[in-house]
């Protein structure tokens, strides 16, 4: 690469089949570094800085991607934003133009960003019609508390009023500089002519090392807390169960990945098996072990009946608590990294796909390899190391748990199952965040 080129990485995933490109422009600093009174912010000033740049309004810049034929996607996570675009060849230096303005000269116009602040709070009544997003935002919150990835992506009500156009312009001031920023190519274009593109539009980045990086390790949870998330007149409970995993790229996530997969990672996992086909409890349950620049979270999930919902509670329990303390068989061990080795093909199908994997491996701090060693590492996984994993890093009594359900309704069954008495449970409004 270039010493002159002014990116921390250029990732290029050529592929000449079509005369389309996909650019992916990415900053390595995300909702999880905004100041604990500002959730949202990374958000926020994002989306801000896409209403307007390079001295064009909200509307003429929509209308300049929209006669290339293209459409900005802006994305925020706890690690990362990114601005993303797909062109024809062609048109790939003029869409980098418009990109540039946005990154390097966002007009932070105040008419859009008070319009952005009531379209954000309206994207939050939103979220609470959905009760399988707002079981996420509570469980995030009770599981991270103060830990960067507790902050909320899209703020609340109360943060949201923080935010402004000079927090935005001091956001911007901060995070863009060379040593921050990450540029990837899919399609129809050669590394010399991607390294080319990049200097014509990104030149005059600022100079400036990467942010640091780490993130503190998550808050260890203790005991079988419950977050209920009262919504009243509800049919169907949303629950999720979770506890702090192996950060990623270590060689305990490879192996927890290996268990969780067989646990409840498939159709025909443990989990689903014994929930689901056997007794009917919820139409899906799985397990999923969480990826990031820092620890993230082992998380399960099922969606009972709110008749149901004691069972559901009583039943993953058990099978948790035997699966931290017996582990998996030699039979599931062979299942799961048979599956998780052939399906990996799909993560590497087209060049967008590549792309899409090496940008998030590059943000979350991993070797620019990882990928290409992923499925020796899971094959090379033993019964003996998924239990040493899950020996480090689980406790079968120790889970942050969050059900949306009518607490009404809901409370009496659980006190009926004897669950309340085993259960540290916290009742909170459905609209308190």
Known sequence: M??????????????????????????????GDDPAAEDGLANFATELMAR?????????????????????????DSDSTSFEVTVL????????????????????PADEADKLRRELKAQLDELRDDDGQLARRFFTRALYG??????????????????????????HAGALHAGNLVVGF????????????????????????????ARPDPPPVRGLRVTLVDKPDRTQSQILFGQPAPKWGTPDYTALKVATCAFGGTFTAR?????RSKRGLSYGASARLGGGRGRR?????????????????????????????????????????????????????TPEDRLDLRATLELAGLPADYADSYVERIRAVTLDETRRA???????????????????????????????????????PFDSY
Request: glycine fraction near 6%; proline fraction near 3%.
């Open 52 to 76: 307007g740049a390079g001295g064009r309004t909200r509307a003429r810049l929509d209308a300049a991607f929209d006669a290339l034929g293209a459409t900005l996607e802006v994305v925020t």
């Open 186 to 213: 899919a399609g129809d274009l050669a590394r010399d002519a991607a390294e080319r593109a990049c200097l014509r539009s990104f030149g005059e980045i600022p100079s400036g090392a990467a942010h640091n990086t």
């Open 89 to 108: 060849r062609e048109k790939l230096d003029e869409a980098l133009a418009l990109i540039a303005d946005v990154l390097l000269r966002p007009d932070f």
């Open 271 to 275: 989990l689903m098996n014994e929930v």
């Open 297 to 349: 979270a082992l998380v399960m999930h099922v969606f009972p009946s709110l008749t149901q919902t004691a069972e559901t509670l009583e039943l993953v329990l058990r099978l948790y608590r035997e699966w931290v303390e017996g582990g998996i068989t030699e039979d599931e061990l062979a299942f799961a990294k048979g599956y998780l080795s052939r399906s990996f093909a799909f993560s590497l199908a």
């Open 146 to 171: 103060e830990h960067p990835y507790g902050r909320s992506v899209i703020g609340s009500e109360a943060t949201l009023d923080r935010v402004t156009v000079e927090t935005a312009r001091a956001w």
């Open 390 to 428: 899950q020996a480090a890093h689980l406790t079968s009594g120790d889970l942050e748990i969050c059900v949306v359900a009518s607490a009404e309704e809901l409370l009496p069954l659980l006190d009926k199952a004897g669950l309340t008495a085993r259960l540290s449970i916290e009742t909170v």
């Open 2 to 31: 270039s010493a002159e080129l002014k990116v921390s990485r250029l990732i290029v995933e050529e592929n000449h089949d079509l005369p389309l490109v996909r650019a992916h422009v990415a900053l390595r600093t995300g909702a």
